[in-house]
Structures are given as structure tokens and as C-alpha cells.
């Protein structure tokens, strides 16, 4: 008798959504890019600038930028403050004569050789860290990171996400199906800074329902930097096409 082949065994395997290609940009032209839900199924499109999403990367740019943020947001040293050799009080008067005396000449005993002289490079507490960033370099260095994220399908463009009351389980929820899309996986795992939930208008019930997730901020499209941007791994823009038209206006 014959043997009959052996039957394969069908193993059930959970393939991770695949959304359509976005179409890449050349020569700053208009770019497409697939809109999901909070189930995660591709509803609709959305139409890209390419002045905003076509972007050429310049670190040198983004660099400057991020950099200049970051020294505009350091604060300086609320307590500690030392007195240069200007500062400090007496010292009015040459000790001795500069020369004939056999000593090393000294003007002020209140140099910082001295001791209760000033203090040479110590703390202070008026030292001011800000610069000045015109606001068309803020621009286009944002627009060059969310280019570059969108390269490299790090954004994820939503229709919608609403809350009844606020609820971290169903945040939590959502974000286990956003994480199932090609490309997004390690947004559930990651500890720190793993997504930027962008809204265009400020809702307490999607930042309540975030804000126990220490991987995930919440943050209004208007308010988004190069400095956030570059933060957060991936971002989540909830309705794309009134964002995308905020991002318009700052190129105007």
C-alpha cells in the first residue's frame, strides 16, 4: 500500500499590518500617505507638502537649532554665586611698591591669588545661556526632522482618538494596535519617549488617559519643535489634515 504523505501542520501566525507605501518626494513635489484608525485599518490618504515633508535631512541645521532650544531652556544656578576680583570688596590699594621689595608685584589683594580675592571661573547665578533663533530656522529645521521621520516611517497618521472619560487600559489599548503596524513595533516596548501624540486642539481627555504611560506624551501640533521631534521616536498625528495645515502656516 501506498503511505499517504504526512500532513502539514497549519500554524496561525499574527502578521503585523502593512500600510501602502508612501510615495516618496522628488523635487519637493506632493507626497501620500495612508491615514489609520484606532483599530488599525487604513481609512483614508492624506496629501503631504512636499515643502514641509520633502525636505532635504541638514544636521547642521538641526543641530544649531535643537542646541540653541535647549540653551534657551537652561536656567541658571539659583543659589550658588561667586564674586570676581571686580566684585568683591577692598583691594583698592597696592600693597607694595612694584618693584625694589624682593616680592612678586601684586595690584589688589583681592586678586584671585589672594585668599577672599574673587574667584576665577566659578558659579553664577546671572549667567545667561540664551540665543536668538529666527523663527524661519525654527522651521525649517522642524520640517527637515519630520521629513527625515517620515523617511524613515516614523510617523503615524491617525483620524481620530477620543475619550469619553479618561481611561490609561484603553490608551493602552490603542497603543497595543498601533504597534502592530509594519514599521511601529517597538512603540508598546520601548520604556522612554517612544511617541508624541500630536492633537490640533487641546483635549484633557486623550492627555488624562496618556499621561500615566511614561513612554507617551501628549502635545498640540502648534506647540511641536525640533527639539520634541527628535525627542520621541515616532509620531502620532491625529487628524492629519488640519495638522498638516498648522505646519502651512509656519512656512508662510
Known sequence: MEKKPAQKKTVKTTKALKPKKVVVAKDGKDLKAPIFDIKGKEVSTVTLPGQIFGVNWNADLVHQVVLGMQNNARAGRAGAHTKGRGEVRGGGKKPWRQKGTGRARHGSIRSPLWKGG???????????????????????????????????????????????????????????VFSKIAGFEKMIGKKQNAALILTTTADEMVKKSFRNLGNVAVEEVRNLNAVDAMTYTYLIVVNPDEAVKRWVEKKQ
Do not use: C, N, Q, W
Not at 118 to 146: E, N, Q, W
Not at 149 to 167: A, N, Q
Open 118 to 176: 574673587g574667584v576665577t571661573h566659578g558659579p553664577r547665578s546671572d549667567k545667561d545661556y540664551s540665543v536668538t533663533i529666527p523663527k524661519k530656522m525654527r522651521a525649517s529645521a522642524l520640517f527637515s526632522v519630520l521629513s527625515r521621520k517620515l523617511k524613515d516611517k516614523e510617523i503615524l497618521f491617525v483620524d481620530s482618538i477620543t475619550f469619553g472619560t479618561p481611561k490609561t487600559a484603553e490608551a493602552k489599548d490603542i497603543l497595543g
